[in-house]
């Protein structure tokens, strides 16, 4: 069964400093990966994905990420953070079949920043 | 296009009433979703639906049930609430394969006292 890992549960950056939010999945074939963003009293909006090729995925917002296979990680980098950035983050790897496209999330990155 | 509505936003339920929450999506989509939202948890899979008059287990499907009558629709009901079932519902749809990007409804806040 596969597993998502976000190793840090609060992260704290100054608004303009660069952020990276670490994921880490169990899958044992070529993992779908995605990253979702959750602001306050909100649902989940999708920021970018990996299904193939190529291992930088550019995402909405200015994020992108890099699927590294021999790490099996999908870390989620931005180079200049906005306040209005702070939100929570959730990878997630997806698992596709005839019974569904079910995904596995990791616990959360709460995001704060500083102005 | 309104995407995933859910329905309601908030409800405060006694232990052992029951009731229902009501997911639509009007993007055609084949595959729903049902999960709920606890702190420190991220989201985990309760039911989830292939197509209309079909549904499956997810992660954690004790003490919910749901139906997918209709394509557009998505049910999970609680026959008896209890206060484990305090949480933030969240209903999702996607096509069946090649994307399998999951849309998102804006949840639903439950509490049973």
């Known amino acids: 069964a596969q597993s998502v890992t976000q190793p840090d549960i609060h992260i704290t950056v100054s608004e303009g400093a660069s952020l990276e939010l670490r994921c880490n999945y169990s899958?044992?074939?070529?993992?779908?990966l995605f990253w979702y963003v959750q602001s306050p009293g909100q649902g989940l909006q999708l920021l970018l994905k990996?299904?193939?090729?190529?291992?930088l995925v550019q995402g909405i917002k200015g994020f992108e990420a890099e699927f590294k296979r021999s790490q099996s990680s999908f870390n989620l980098r931005k180079p200049s953070v906005h306040w209005s950035d702070a939100a929570e983050y959730f990878c997630?790897?997806?698992?596709?079949?005839?019974?569904?496209?079910?995904?596995?999330f990791g616990t959360g990155t709460q995001l704060k920043v500083e102005l | 296009n309104a995407g995933v509505t859910q329905t309601p936003k908030f409800r405060v339920l006694k232990t052992g009433q029951s009731m229902t929450l009501l997911c639509a999506q009007d993007?055609?989509?084949?595959?729903m979703y049902w999960y709920r939202q606890d702190p420190g948890m991220g989201l985990r899979l309760i039911h989830y639906?292939?197509?209309?008059?079909?549904?499956a287990k997810g992660e954690v499907p004790d003490g919910y049930n749901v139906s997918r009558l209709k394509k557009q629709n998505f049910l999970l009901g609680l026959e008896s609430a209890a206060p484990s079932q305090t949480s933030v519902y969240f209903c999702?749809?996607?096509?069946?394969?090649?994307?399998?990007?999951?849309?998102f409804g804006p949840g639903t806040r439950l509490t049973v006292t």
């Open positions: 639906s292939v197509g209309e008059g079909t549904t």
């Open positions: 899958y044992g074939a070529t993992p779908y």
């Open positions: 990996y299904f193939s090729g190529d291992t």
């Open positions: 993007m055609n989509h084949e595959y």
């Open positions: 999702a749809s996607s096509y069946p394969a090649g994307q399998g990007e999951q849309y």
């Open positions: 997630a790897v997806g698992a596709f079949t005839g019974g569904g496209n079910k995904l596995t």
